[in-house]
C-alpha cells in the first residue's frame, strides 16, 4: 500500500507557519493535488496536454470515460482491456506522485467497462438487492479483481442513496439504489467497499446528503429537494461512518432549503462542514460532483465555484471535462489568485492536502 505523502508537504508542514505563504510553484501543487481532471484521449506520450499537467501541477487524479457525452459512438477513454491496461500503465509512469485513476464502475446502467468492449458485466445495485449479501460478495470481488487488473484505483460507488422515489429518473429508474430501507443500503455498501478494498480501491459513497428524493437531474440544471428530503436519507453515511468504513463521499449539487436556503450541498460549509464534518464526524475526503454540470455551471463562475466549494469543506474538485471544458491552467490559476487575496484560506489549502496525503491505496 502506498500513502500519497507529498514531499513538499512534508516540508511545508514542518517549517512553515500556517500564515506563510509558500512560494507560486508549491502552491501551484498544492492546488494541483485537489483536482481530478478528465481528459480526451485513448492513449497518451510524453506530449500529451494530461502528461504535462501532471507534471506541472501534480494533479491528485484522473477520471475516465468509456464514451464522449454528446457523442456515445466515439471512444475516449476506454476500447479494450489492453487499451485500458496500457493507458494506466503510462498514466501512472507519467506521474510524479501516486495518483487516483478513477471511473464510475457501480453496476448496471452506469458502468465504464463495459460487455461490448470486452470487460466483465456487473449488475445494477438493484439487482444485487436482490440476492445474499454472500452472492453480492462474490461480485464485487470479480469488480474489484477487474478493476486492479486494469490499473483503476478509485472508483466512484457505491450509490448509497435510497430508493424514495419512484419518479426518480437518475437513481430510481437507473436501478442504481440498493432499496428504501437505510439498513439495507448500508450493509449492500459495506460489501462493495470492503471488496473494493481487499483490492487496494479505493471506494467513494455518494451523492451526499442524498439525491435519491429528487426529481430532476443536476447534470441538466438546478435540482431542489427541499420538499422531498428527510434526515433518513443521511442514515446510510452515518452507519458507514460510524464502522470507519469511509475513505471518501462525493457531494450532491442539490440544493436543500432545510440545510442551507441559500447553496447547493457541494458549495455549502452548513452541509459539508458543520453537518459532515461536525455533526456527523467524517475525517476522510469530500469530493465534488462534477462541477461542470449545469446545476453548478449554469448558476455560478469559476472563480465563485472553487472559492465556495473549497471554502464551505470540498477537498478534491472533480472537472469531467464530459459537459464542457475548463483547462487544468485556469482552474489553478484562478484558485491561486483567490488563496493569494485572502478569498480562500491557505489553511483550507493545506487540511485538504493532509487529508487526501491520508489516502491508502
Same mark, same amino acid.
Not at 7 to 33: C, E, N
Not at 108 to 125: I, N
Not at 143 to 162: Q, R, S, T, W, Y
Not at 248 to 268: E, F, Q, R
Given at each position: 500500500?502506498?500513502?500519497?505523502?507529498?514531499?513538499?508537504?512534508?516540508?511545508?508542514?514542518?517549517?512553515?507557519?500556517?500564515?506563510?505563504?509558500?512560494?507560486?510553484?508549491?502552491?501551484?501543487?498544492?492546488?494541483?493535488?485537489?483536482?481530478?481532471?478528465?481528459?480526451?484521449?485513448?492513449?497518451?506520450?510524453?506530449?500529451?496536454?494530461?502528461?504535462?499537467?501532471?507534471?506541472?501541477?501534480?494533479?491528485?487524479?484522473?477520471?475516465?470515460?468509456?464514451?464522449?457525452?454528446?457523442?456515445?459512438?466515439?471512444?475516449?477513454?476506454?476500447?479494450?482491456?489492453?487499451?485500458?491496461?496500457?493507458?494506466?500503465?503510462?498514466?501512472?509512469?507519467?506521474?510524479?506522485?501516486?495518483?487516483?485513476?478513477?471511473?464510475?464502475?457501480?453496476?448496471?446502467?452506469?458502468?465504464?467497462?463495459?460487455?461490448?468492449?470486452?470487460?466483465?458485466?456487473?449488475?445494477?445495485?438493484?439487482?444485487?438487492?436482490?440476492?445474499?449479501l454472500e452472492q453480492t460478495k462474490e461480485v464485487y470481488?470479480?469488480?474489484?479483481?477487474?478493476?486492479?487488473?486494469?490499473?483503476?484505483?478509485?472508483?466512484?460507488?457505491?450509490?448509497?442513496?435510497?430508493?424514495?422515489?419512484?419518479?426518480?429518473?437518475?437513481?430510481?429508474?437507473?436501478?442504481?439504489?440498493?432499496?428504501?430501507?437505510?439498513? #439495507? &443500503?448500508?450493509?449492500?455498501?459495506?460489501?462493495? @467497499? !470492503?471488496? =473494493?478494498?481487499?483490492?487496494?480501491?479505493? *471506494?467513494?459513497? %455518494?451523492?451526499?446528503?442524498?439525491?435519491?428524493?429528487?426529481?430532476?437531474?443536476?447534470?441538466?440544471?438546478?435540482?431542489?429537494?427541499?420538499?422531498?428530503?428527510?434526515?433518513?436519507?443521511?442514515?446510510?453515511?452515518?452507519?458507514?461512518?460510524?464502522?470507519?468504513?469511509?475513505?471518501?463521499?462525493?457531494?450532491?449539487?442539490?440544493?436543500?432549503?432545510?440545510?442551507?436556503?441559500?447553496?447547493?450541498?457541494?458549495?455549502?460549509?452548513?452541509?459539508?462542514?458543520?453537518?459532515?464534518?461536525?455533526?456527523?464526524?467524517?475525517?476522510?475526503?469530500?469530493?465534488?460532483?462534477?462541477?461542470?454540470?449545469?446545476?453548478?455551471?449554469?448558476?455560478?463562475?469559476?472563480?465563485? #465555484? &472553487?472559492?465556495?466549494?473549497?471554502?464551505?469543506? @470540498? !477537498?478534491? =474538485?472533480?472537472?469531467?471535462?464530459?459537459? *464542457?471544458?475548463? %483547462?487544468?491552467?485556469?482552474?489553478?490559476?484562478?484558485?491561486?489568485?483567490?488563496?493569494?487575496?485572502?478569498?480562500?484560506?491557505?489553511?483550507?489549502?493545506?487540511?485538504?492536502?493532509?487529508?487526501?496525503?491520508?489516502?491508502?491505496?
Open positions: 500500500m502506498h500513502k500519497i505523502i507529498p514531499f513538499f508537504m512534508v516540508l511545508l508542514l514542518s517549517t512553515l507557519p500556517l500564515q506563510a505563504m509558500p512560494d507560486d510553484a508549491i502552491l501551484k501543487k498544492m492546488i494541483g493535488r485537489m483536482l481530478v481532471v478528465g481528459f480526451d484521449d485513448a492513449t497518451i506520450d510524453a506530449q500529451s496536454t494530461i502528461v504535462k499537467e501532471l507534471q506541472n501541477y501534480e494533479l491528485g487524479g484522473v477520471i475516465l470515460f468509456d464514451r464522449f457525452y454528446r457523442d456515445r459512438e466515439r471512444t475516449k477513454n476506454i476500447s479494450s482491456p489492453a487499451q485500458l491496461r496500457e493507458l494506466t500503465k503510462q498514466l501512472k509512469h507519467y506521474a510524479t506522485k501516486p495518483l487516483l485513476i478513477s471511473i464510475d464502475q457501480e453496476g448496471g446502467r452506469v458502468a465504464r467497462l463495459k460487455a461490448r468492449d470486452g470487460f466483465k458485466e456487473t449488475p445494477s445495485a438493484f439487482a444485487l438487492s436482490k440476492m445474499s470481488t470479480h469488480m474489484a479483481e477487474m478493476l486492479k487488473e486494469h490499473g483503476i484505483n478509485c472508483d466512484f460507488g457505491p450509490v448509497v442513496d435510497l430508493a424514495l422515489n419512484p419518479e426518480n429518473r437518475v437513481i430510481y429508474k437507473l436501478e442504481r439504489s440498493y432499496g428504501k430501507e437505510s439498513e #439495507t &443500503v448500508a450493509q449492500y455498501a459495506t460489501v462493495f @467497499i !470492503d471488496a =473494493l478494498r481487499g483490492k487496494g480501491v479505493i *471506494s467513494v459513497l %455518494k451523492h451526499f446528503p442524498g439525491h435519491g428524493s429528487s426529481l430532476g437531474d443536476s447534470h441538466e440544471g438546478f435540482v431542489d429537494v427541499t420538499q422531498t428530503w428527510s434526515e433518513k436519507e443521511l442514515e446510510p453515511y452515518q452507519k458507514l461512518i460510524d464502522a470507519n468504513s469511509v475513505s471518501m463521499i462525493m457531494s450532491a449539487h442539490v440544493y436543500n432549503a432545510k440545510l442551507d436556503d441559500t447553496y447547493p450541498a457541494t458549495l455549502s460549509y452548513a452541509i459539508n462542514t458543520q453537518l459532515l464534518r461536525k455533526k456527523m464526524h467524517y475525517t476522510g475526503v469530500l469530493i465534488s460532483d462534477d462541477l461542470q454540470m449545469e446545476a453548478i455551471a449554469k448558476y455560478y463562475t469559476l472563480k465563485d #465555484t &472553487v472559492t465556495l466549494a473549497i471554502n464551505s469543506g @470540498i !477537498d478534491m =474538485l472533480l472537472f469531467g471535462n464530459q459537459l *464542457s471544458k475548463t %483547462k487544468t491552467d485556469e482552474i489553478v490559476e484562478t484558485i491561486l489568485a483567490q488563496v493569494k487575496n485572502g478569498a480562500i484560506p491557505l489553511e483550507r489549502i493545506i487540511q485538504a492536502n493532509e487529508r487526501i496525503a491520508n489516502l491508502t491505496f
